[in-house]
């Protein structure tokens, strides 16, 4: 009698266990779809507009430049805490790229390091 009493409270902890896993699993996904869907939808929102961001670059915590592309122009403007002040018109075609002006510096650590002991005067 109490070892079939005790194999069953093992049962009841396992099925306790598993139910909560379920549980678990199910929040996980639930939680993993919206989020997705929240995310297609502001990118579906946000991808019809005439407005991009092409570049931003911070100046201090709160204080940015930004160039952005309305329609077919190009602007460069100042974003702070509270204001946008408008800084000058930009000529599309002077504009360089990330793409185009970052080459990217494929060389491995060991070779830096190499060349950082070379450098190094001896003492």
């Known amino acids: 009698m109490i070892l079939l009493s005790v194999l069953n409270s093992r049962w009841e902890a396992f099925a306790q266990l598993l139910t909560l896993l379920v ?4 929040v996980l996904a ?15 929102k946000m991808s019809g507009s005439n407005i991009q961001i092409l570049e931003t670059m911070r100046v201090t915590n709160s204080k940015y430049i ?15 805490k509270d204001t ?13 790229y990330a793409s185009e002006s970052r080459k ?4 491995g650590f060991k070779n830096i390091l190499e060349k950082f ?6 003492n």
Do not use: H, M, S
């Open 23 to 26: 549980v678990f699993i199910f």
């Open 30 to 44: 639930l939680t993993y779809f919206a989020t997705r869907w929240a995310g297609n939808l502001q990118k579906n």
């Open 66 to 80: 930004q160039i952005i592309k309305i329609g077919k122009k190009c602007f460069a403007i100042a974003v702070c």
């Open 84 to 96: 946008i002040t408008y800084l000058c018109e930009l000529d599309e075609d002077d504009l360089i």
């Open 104 to 107: 990217i510096d494929t060389e």
């Open 117 to 122: 002991k070379k450098d190094k005067p001896d």
